[in-house]
């Protein structure tokens, strides 16, 4: 963890069940997947707050639940990629990190899956 001070909005472990995946039996059915957002911004934040600059965990609780919706998609870098841009869209957010794993993958293993920790300027520049 950054020895630095920050402060830091997160969603921890939300389950959701989407239809995901590149194997034939991943096409069968929806998976579940455990899906952790964490937005580091300064410790500014805390002076600056008011209902129109607020980090709102709400906003991606919201986009995460609405994968259960749509249609099959490949790939878990697909949603790694829209809750970077979603997380960024917040102006004071400094960097994020995003897990997204599938639970029922392997039955060897607890998750499987993708998690990337970046810094807006690395974003930006992609």
Not at 15 to 30: A, M, Q, Y
Not at 106 to 117: K, P, S, W, Y
Request: proline content about 2%; charged content about 25%; aromatic content about 12%.
């Amino acid at each position: 963890m950054n020895k630095e001070s920050n402060i830091s909005i997160f969603i921890k472990d939300m389950r959701v069940n989407v239809r995901i995946g590149l194997l034939d039996f991943e096409r069968v059915k929806p998976q579940s997947l455990l899906v952790s957002v964490e937005l580091f911004t300064n410790p500014s934040y805390l002076r600056e707050i008011n209902q129109e600059n607020i980090i709102d965990y709400a906003v991606i609780h919201s986009a995460i639940k609405k994968w259960e919706d749509r249609e099959h998609i490949d790939l878990i870098e697909t949603y790694l990629h829209e809750l970077f841009d979603l997380s960024f869209g917040f102006k004071l957010i400094e960097s994020c990190y995003i897990s997204i794993g599938k639970q029922d993958i392997f039955n060897d293993t607890q998750q499987a899956g993708v998690r990337a920790f970046m810094h807006r300027k690395e974003w930006l520049n992609l």
